[in-house]
């Protein structure tokens, strides 16, 4: 069985940074993409960037590029959220997710939640102005 668990989360002020991570476990298929989504208080969940874990290739969705990077050791078993800069409109509940399949470049590209099929819990970070 397929488990998230993140980490890393909490208080931070405007224009600090943050790393996030997402322990992954229970894969039984090597072709995957591990995904970070958020979701702000009042809003819908989004999409914020995911990994291949095939090739490593990394997506993020337009307001993530530049402040947002994410990657995943060698082994595939820990990706990671580096956030910079950090704003109060970043403020939300960060969730890592698995897709249970290769997912298609549009999907990738697009980093819909619809494609992914494992979710973790989610961990809150709150940005303070």
């Known amino acids: 069985e397929v488990q998230l668990v993140e980490s890393g989360g909490g208080l931070v002020q405007a224009g600090g940074s943050l790393r996030l991570s997402c322990a992954a476990s229970g894969f039984t298929f090597d072709d995957y993409a591990i995904g970070w989504f958020r979701q702000a208080p009042g809003k819908e969940r989004e999409g914020v960037a995911c990994?291949?874990?095939?090739?490593?290739?990394?997506n993020y969705v337009d307001s993530a590029k530049g402040r947002f990077t994410i990657s995943s050791d060698n082994a595939g078993n820990t990706v990671l959220l580096q956030i910079n800069s950090l704003k109060p409109e970043d403020t939300a509940v960060y969730y890592c997710?698995?897709?249970?399949?290769?997912?298609?470049?549009?999907?990738?590209?697009?980093?819909?939640?619809?494609?992914?099929?494992?979710w973790g819990q989610g961990i809150q970070v709150t940005v303070s102005s």
């Open positions: 997710a698995a897709s249970g399949r290769p997912l298609t470049t549009a999907q990738a590209e697009g980093i819909f939640d619809d494609a992914f099929d494992y």
């Open positions: 990994i291949s874990s095939v090739d490593g290739i990394t």
